[in-house]
């Protein structure tokens, strides 16, 4: 029987599993069920949870240390990348900003900031960067990214001239926005911003409607936190001359997205792409006989420039076939029906609460993988 060349690349499992422990575990589940087989690992993030790790595996990349303050207003270190030719540091937001720093029943997004964000673009300046990719994704904060713009030395007034607070709340007060000194210092970074969230900076469809519930946001606050980000978008307009809401993806990450557009300069570009690139995963998977990937949960985001989606439309590029294991089916799910060589595997075992179904991530994950393994291995082995 030829070996098989199996390419794992998978997203993470939301508030369970990072990227890197979903492929190992995939792999485990694997070997157990169809042991000769050659196994590929290319761990994959479009810019939430585990886009750090996700890239160390492709590049070589060292770290970074630095003391910032995390999306409760506590102090606390983290690491981030560096590339030390090209003089580009790598930031992975999550582990400032991320919905899993904060327990479900302690989220209040109302208050939290993104001031940390803004202390590791400066920290990184200051190391000499001259390039910044900041992947965004797994927020639990919804302000606007206004913390980013007081980290970076712009002054955030109030009709009295004073310094207002932190937190989306706060922007129902702001009526200016004053430079920074560390302009010229920005301006010669060029800051990337790796997202795949489309979505406007307000409205219906932006990021307090769309995401502000997920992150803990209470349903009769999503208005007001709204129309406090629809503020801070008009004093932008007017002081910076800049309209961040006609600017695709400015509500990604609560805002941050739209903040780092203005403030910083950023250019978008799909986090998806940026690490596919990174890792020449295209080449894997046209040198694969089976793809086999997945994430938390499978809804209609999921094809919408997110990880499974695009692996998807890559591996129907070079007619591979692909495994996608999924901790749960969402709304839109079913797109994946009309996809060709796709198949589903959902790997709860019965689990009712989310609490569960995180719990008993690993255990469900490996042991569907096992025998998916051996249905292959059957199967083959037969021919």
Same mark, same amino acid.
């Given at each position: 029987?030829?070996?098989?060349? #199996?390419?794992?690349?998978?997203?993470?499992?939301?508030?369970?599993?990072?990227?890197?422990?979903?492929?190992?575990?995939?792999?485990?589940?694997?070997?157990?069920?169809? @042991?000769?087989?050659?196994?590929?690992?290319?761990?994959?993030?479009?810019?939430?949870?585990?886009?750090?790790?996700?890239?160390?595996?492709?590049?070589?990349?060292?770290?970074?240390?630095?003391?910032?303050?995390?999306?409760?207003?506590?102090?606390?270190?983290?690491?981030?990348?560096?590339?030390?030719?090209?003089?580009?540091?790598?930031?992975?937001?999550?582990?400032?900003?991320?919905?899993?720093?904060?327990?479900?029943?302690?989220?209040?997004?109302?208050?939290?900031?993104?001031?940390?964000?803004?202390?590791?673009?400066?920290?990184?300046?200051?190391?000499?960067?001259?390039?910044?990719?900041?992947?965004?994704?797994?927020?639990?904060?919804?302000?606007?990214?206004?913390?980013?713009?007081?980290?970076?030395?712009?002054?955030?007034?109030?009709?009295?001239?004073?310094?207002?607070?932190?937190? @989306?709340?706060?922007?129902?007060?702001?009526?200016?926005?004053?430079?920074?000194?560390?302009?010229?210092?920005?301006?010669?970074?060029?800051?990337?911003?790796?997202?795949?969230?489309?979505?406007?900076?307000?409205?219906?469809?932006?990021?307090?409607?769309?995401?502000?519930?997920?992150?803990?946001?209470?349903?009769?606050?999503?208005?007001?936190?709204?129309?406090?980000?629809?503020?801070?978008?008009?004093? #932008?307009?007017?002081?910076?001359?800049?309209?961040?809401?006609?600017?695709?993806?400015?509500?990604?990450?609560?805002?941050?997205?739209?903040?780092?557009?203005?403030?910083?300069?950023?250019?978008?570009?799909?986090?998806?792409?940026?690490?596919?690139?990174?890792?020449?995963?295209?080449?894997?998977?046209?040198?694969?006989?089976?793809?086999?990937?997945?994430?938390?949960?499978?809804?209609?985001?999921?094809?919408?420039?997110?990880?499974?989606?695009?692996?998807?439309?890559?591996?129907?590029?070079?007619?591979?076939?692909? #495994?996608?294991?999924?901790?749960?089916?969402?709304?839109?799910?079913?797109?994946?029906?009309?996809?060709?060589?796709?198949?589903?595997?959902?790997?709860?075992?019965?689990?009712?609460?989310?609490?569960?179904?995180?719990?008993?991530?690993?255990?469900?994950?490996?042991?569907?993988?096992?025998? #998916?393994?051996?249905?292959?291995?059957?199967?083959?082995?037969?021919?």
């Amino acid at each position: 029987m030829e070996k098989w060349k #199996i390419l794992i690349a998978s997203d993470s499992f939301k508030e369970s599993l990072d990227t890197i422990k979903v492929a190992e575990t995939i792999a485990q589940g694997w070997k157990k069920g169809f @042991p000769n087989t050659q196994i590929l690992t290319c761990p994959i993030s479009d810019g939430g949870e585990g886009f750090l790790n996700a890239i160390s595996i492709n590049l070589n990349i060292k770290y970074t240390i630095a003391t910032i303050t995390d999306l409760t207003g506590k102090k606390r270190k983290i690491k981030y990348g560096w590339l030390v030719s090209q003089k580009t540091a790598i930031i992975e937001t999550a582990e400032i900003t991320g919905l899993h720093l904060v327990p479900p029943q302690k989220r209040h997004p109302e208050y939290f900031t993104s001031y940390g964000v803004g202390e590791i673009i400066l920290h990184a300046i200051q190391k000499g960067a001259k390039q910044i990719v900041l992947g965004l994704g797994g927020s639990g904060v919804n302000d606007g990214g206004a913390g980013i713009a007081q980290a970076l030395g712009y002054q955030l007034l109030d009709s009295q001239g004073k310094t207002i607070g932190k937190g @989306p709340l706060e922007l129902q007060n702001l009526i200016c926005i004053k430079n920074t000194p560390y302009y010229e210092q920005i301006k010669n970074v060029s800051i990337i911003i790796a997202s795949d969230v489309k979505n406007p900076y307000s409205g219906p469809r932006g990021a307090t409607f769309v995401y502000g519930p997920q992150k803990g946001l209470k349903k009769e606050l999503c208005p007001i936190v709204d129309k406090a980000l629809k503020n801070f978008a008009r004093v #932008i307009k007017r002081d910076l001359k800049i309209d961040i809401q006609k600017q695709p993806g400015s509500g990604s990450a609560g805002g941050m997205g739209g903040a780092l557009f203005a403030f910083a300069n950023g250019k978008f570009i799909p986090g998806f792409l940026w690490i596919a690139q990174a890792s020449k995963l295209e080449e894997k998977i046209a040198s694969a006989d089976l793809v086999i990937t997945g994430e938390g949960q499978l809804d209609q985001q999921s094809f919408s420039g997110k990880v499974v989606g695009e692996i998807i439309n890559l591996a129907s590029k070079y007619n591979k076939p692909v #495994i996608v294991l999924v901790g749960k089916l969402g709304k839109g799910w079913d797109i994946c029906l009309s996809k060709k060589n796709v198949v589903i595997f959902p790997i709860s075992a019965g689990e009712f609460t989310k609490e569960e179904l995180l719990k008993n991530t690993s255990i469900n994950l490996l042991r569907t993988v096992e025998q #998916i393994a051996k249905l292959v291995y059957y199967n083959i082995k037969q021919k």
